[in-house]
């Protein structure tokens, strides 16, 4: 069946003062998975619009509000596109059209939908489940050096990991360098069990959780051993030029204002940086300054690197993280602004106080 014989509507009944619509559309083979297992994608779309989704014979029949059943059926048209492309649909999928599809932005769903990022040939490629994730991976493709800063949960390491991967297969870089401050330890490293690389082993187990859903195990495992892939704690980047290499730094909010400066100077020759972190939980001691907080000030403008500010609209974690997030904004009250920013308002403010010269008079 074609894409718009599956669009076209097989019987409409119309309501009258307050009372339901009713739309029946033929809908292809697909319509089964469009379902979810246990109905679970319909019961999204019915409790967005308010609607009742019933599959019979070959029709999809949505009833409930006007406006409800055309906004249901718009989605269902954009994920059946999808099902027919071979892709699969499920929760995250019907989350993002209900987001873009609904507001009539068919074009940012498919536009977010039509990007990918091929890691492997035996894995399926990583998509962008937000518009502003397709721009933070916009950005690594185009910027030496990006920042991704948002909550957690908005996919920041993994779609810098996304990208390392897929820029080594293609032979763009040589290695792969991932890093993050093993902030937690502090300076009680040698007071834990086992070999250095047992006591630091915790603190990197995000990246290697991210890596080997990317890559087969056998393989990540033999890239590591070879030194193709390293992870590593940042205070063992200090002296080192790092040429040819894909390098993430993670929790960034963890690094001081030295380790910041001493991270972004070891970029060597066709090298790349993604620098990931989330300025509202940072867990240094107290009076020791964020080096990711204050480079957002100190770097801003300079041509070559990028702040990407992702936000809970772009969190693809459990529904409620999305309202635990702005829940805790509304609670903290906003972020400060970066230090050129407030440097540039006091010098605004401090113009408007100042008495008139003689020149303006």
Request: hydrophobic share 40%; charged share 25%; glycine share 10%.
């Amino acid at each position: 069946m074609s894409e718009q014989e599956a669009g076209t509507p097989a019987a409409t009944t119309h309501g009258k003062n307050g009372a339901l619509t009713k739309v029946s559309r033929a809908i292809g083979a697909e319509a089964q998975a469009l379902f979810g297992r246990g109905d679970e994608n319909v019961r999204l779309i019915e409790e967005e619009f308010q609607v009742r989704l019933i599959l019979r014979d070959g029709l999809l029949t949505v009833t409930g509000p006007e406006d409800g059943v055309g906004a249901a059926h718009a989605v269902v048209d954009e994920l059946a596109a999808l099902l027919r492309g071979g892709r699969q649909v499920g929760r995250q999928e019907v989350q993002l059209a209900l987001r873009h599809v609904a507001p009539r932005e068919r074009g940012t769903f498919r536009e977010v939908q039509g990007e990918f990022i091929e890691v492997s040939t035996r894995k399926q490629p990583v998509r962008p489940k937000s518009l502003g994730q397709k721009g933070y991976i916009e950005a690594i493709r185009k910027y030496d050096i990006v920042f991704g800063i948002g909550p957690a949960g908005t996919g920041k390491t993994y779609l810098a990991m996304a990208m390392a991967v897929s820029a080594l297969l293609r032979k763009e870089v040589s290695r792969i360098i991932l890093t993050r401050p093993a902030v937690e330890a502090g300076e009680k490293l040698g007071f834990l069990p086992g070999t250095l690389y047992e006591k630091i082993n915790p603190y990197l187990r995000p990246l290697y959780d991210a890596l080997y859903d990317m890559v087969e195990l056998e393989r990540a495992n033999r890239m590591i051993e070879m030194g193709t892939i390293e992870i590593a704690p940042l205070a063992f980047m200090r002296g080192r030029t790092l040429n040819e290499a894909f390098i993430i730094l993670d929790e960034a909010q963890n690094t001081t204002s030295e380790q910041m400066k001493m991270f972004l100077t070891r970029l060597g020759f066709n090298s790349r940086a993604v620098i990931t972190g989330d300025i509202t939980q940072v867990d240094l001691p107290p009076g020791r300054i964020s080096g990711l907080i204050e480079v957002r000030g100190i770097l801003q403008g300079i041509l070559g690197i990028r702040f990407v500010h992702l936000t809970e609209e772009d969190v693809v974690r459990h529904e409620l993280v999305q309202q635990i997030i702005r829940a805790y904004e509304v609670y903290q009250g906003p972020l400060p602004a970066p230090r050129a920013a407030r440097s540039a308002e006091r010098g605004g403010a401090a113009r408007s106080a100042a008495p008139p010269s003689d020149d303006d008079a």
